[in-house]
């Protein structure tokens, strides 16, 4: 296997179901490092994504260790109006964790029952 050099492209592509809203995406992160990734969200017929992909550009190593509250990934969100439940901020920062080799690719789910 050979070793990461500063020059290769890692780029991480999620896919992005968000349940009942109807509006999938697709997030692609791309990093030449650990430290910076730029990030594009695509395909979402959501106006408020939409918004927050236009917000959100570049993502570095610091701002994924940022606090929820102060975080741009989340600040963009907030920023673009996208509800507070929106999994597509929790995504992005996910996609980027893995394009900075901070987090393996390994997909995440929520699965609610119903208990009577």
Same mark, same amino acid.
């Given at each position: 296997m &050979? /070793?990461?050099?500063? /020059?290769? @492209?890692?780029? +991480?592509?999620?896919?992005v $179901?968000?349940?009942i !809203?109807?509006?999938p995406?697709? +997030?692609?992160?791309?990093?030449? $490092?650990?430290?910076?990734? /730029?990030v594009? %969200?695509? $395909? /979402?017929? !959501?106006?408020?994504?939409?918004k927050? #992909?236009? @917000? @959100?550009?570049k993502?570095?190593l610091? $701002? *994924?260790?940022?606090p %929820?509250?102060?975080?741009? *990934?989340?600040? !963009? #969100? &907030?920023? &673009?109006? !996208?509800h507070?439940s929106? *999994?597509?901020p @929790?995504?992005?920062l996910k &996609?980027?964790?893995?394009a900075?080799?901070?987090?393996?690719p390994?997909?995440v789910? %929520?699965t609610?029952?119903? +208990?009577h």
């Amino acid at each position: 296997m &050979a /070793s990461q050099h500063q /020059s290769e @492209l890692v780029q +991480i592509y999620v896919e992005v $179901d968000p349940g009942i !809203c109807g509006f999938p995406c697709t +997030i692609v992160a791309t990093g030449t $490092d650990k430290t910076r990734v /730029s990030v594009e %969200i695509t $395909d /979402s017929r !959501c106006e408020h994504v939409q918004k927050m #992909a236009g @917000l @959100l550009d570049k993502v570095t190593l610091r $701002d *994924i260790f940022t606090p %929820i509250g102060e975080n741009p *990934i989340f600040k !963009c #969100a &907030a920023q &673009a109006g !996208c509800h507070p439940s929106c *999994i597509v901020p @929790l995504a992005t920062l996910k &996609a980027v964790e893995a394009a900075m080799g901070m987090a393996l690719p390994r997909e995440v789910r %929520i699965t609610f029952k119903q +208990i009577h």
